[in-house]
């Protein structure tokens, strides 16, 4: 005879003891039971980062709302205290930066977004280019190594000095030109040879690096695969299409990330070549912060914040959109 088993029977029984809820503070307890070395040890980061970023992150985005200048921002003077005088103005500023009378910000944008483009375009490709010839095995591979990352191992100031010497009306490079019966371009003054020098000094500067890291991406990719391809029939630029540059993805889409950031913000290029007062037009956003801040009196602090801020947001947008494009483009060749 056989027996049937009820059906509460053949089910495990589930435990009536309620689950125990696990919140955010718990765990971050349960974490720091476990790992308290790991915390201690980023303790004095965290608190550097939060003095020298966090602080002046938050007090920058409170100035966007208020009318704050050098006039009405409390200081001390000896052991004189003069309060804060400003107001609070809504988003007055941000109406003022994109919209106002002075119409300043959309030009410098644009010009932003050019400069950031090109610079990342042309520093990508000839790093890629001469990563790839220095990785074949030719004669003086080392030599040339070491003298293309030159540039890059000189400290910027020093390149950049280097070149405002040679870019100025009887520097050397208007001498070679004139040598070989070129036009003499005022590269410091006017306004489409300032941008071309910017572009270039910035080139040359970012090269070395893109070239390293692109070096170093194709090292790591294994030499099989372009043996198989050279198997198949795959030419040269079959085998770069192919192999090399889906191989490089990785590495190339952090250092486009990166080049973009640091372009965007490359405040040394373009106020050591050309100061602070010279060239409105060659302006990219962070040197037009700059003068709203220091080259004017009463400091503009409310405006210069603002498009600090303004530039802040520009790159996290952009930021989000290339992560999500990444992500798309590897979801399709998976």
Known sequence: MTVVAPAEAATPRRSQEPRRRTGPLRRIRHSYDQFWYAWAMCAPVVVILGVLVAYPLVLGIM???TDATSLNVGHTIGVNHIPDTFSWV???QYVDILSGPDNQFWPHFWWT???TFTCVALTVSLGLGLAVLLNRQVRGRTFYRVLLVLPWAVPTFVTIFSWRLL???GGAVNHALGFLGLGQPAWLSDPFWQKVAAIGVNVWVGVPFMMISMLGGLQSIP?????AA???GATAWQRFRHVTL?????VSSTLILLGVIWTFNQFNVIFLLFGSTNGDSVQILVTYSYRLFFGQNPMDYAGAATVGVLCLSILIVFTEFYRRWIRRMQGAQA
């Not at 889906?246 to 990785?250: A, T």
């Open 63 to 65: 100035y966007t709302f």
């Open 90 to 92: 809504g988003l007055k």
């Open 113 to 115: 977004i050019i400069w």
């Open 167 to 169: 870019l100025s009306d």
């Open 223 to 227: 030499a099989e695969l372009y043996e």
């Open 230 to 232: 050279e198997m198949d």
């Open 246 to 250: 889906p191989g490089l993805r990785p």
